[in-house]
């Protein structure tokens, strides 16, 4: 066969482009804010969204996507600023089981704000790979996290928020303060040997600066 066939090779480009758009096919339905997120998730992955349409969600909405949740599974991943924490919060209380994907701040920022619609394709792929599910059993085996973080520097101090930011990035929870932190180590259930290794970690990297 010869291999610098122009033919020949766009068929094999093409074989490899539908085995990979097979490969990133998300079954559960993904919410996202609005039309522009919606638009860049179908370039990075093939899905189904549903759009909140802002921070207002109506009876309407939630019901669309209980019912999404209930039928096909639900991925939350809305915005990395406080109107898209505040949605993720509303759908968390009203539909149990979701599925939680984030993108940290800097790699959701454009020349017109922060959103899903800015980030890269690669970014996108890679933040669906690594959802997580609420743990709705999180109050057997509790671990006092409250503590770790003050032994970490994560609650107060000048670090406390740089810190914040690299754990929940690493961690792939998104951003939060100390009280969210909290609440998201349980309910995501982390577990504590990975949260210390990624805080040795950074607080490594910063003995080195």
């Known amino acids: 066969m010869n291999e610098d066939n122009p033919v020949i090779l766009r068929i094999i480009l093409l074989f490899f482009i ?10 559960e339905i ?24 802002g921070s207002a969600i109506n009876k309407e909405t939630l019901n669309m996507i209980r019912l999404a949740q209930k039928k096909r599974g639900v991925i939350i991943f809305t915005d990395p600023d406080y109107p898209g924490e ?13 599925k939680h994907a ?31 599910t609420v743990n709705l059993n999180n109050k057997k085996d509790q671990i006092n996290w409250h ?5 970490y520097g994560l609650l107060g101090g000048k670090n406390a928020k740089e810190r914040r930011t690299k754990l929940g990035e690493r961690l792939h929870i998104g951003y ?5 932190l909290v609440k ?17 970690e950074i607080l490594e990297e910063e003995s080195d600066e």
């Open 18 to 27: 539908e085995v990979v758009i097979f490969l990133i096919k998300i079954n």
């Open 176 to 180: 939060a303060n100390g009280k969210q």
């Open 102 to 132: 984030f993108l940290p701040k800097h790699l959701a920022s454009g020349k017109h704000g922060v959103g899903i619609e800015h980030a890269d394709v690669k970014h996108i792929q890679e933040a669906l790979k690594k959802v997580y």
């Open 147 to 151: 503590d770790l973080l003050l032994k």
């Open 30 to 53: 993904i919410v996202v804010e609005g039309k522009d997120d919606t638009v860049k998730i179908k370039q990075a992955v093939e899905a189904d969204t549903i759009e909140t349409n």
């Open 86 to 98: 505040r949605i993720r919060r509303i759908i968390d209380e009203h539909v149990q089981g979701c």
């Open 184 to 200: 998201r180590l349980t309910m995501f259930n982390i577990e504590m040997s990975v949260f210390e290794k990624v805080m040795e």
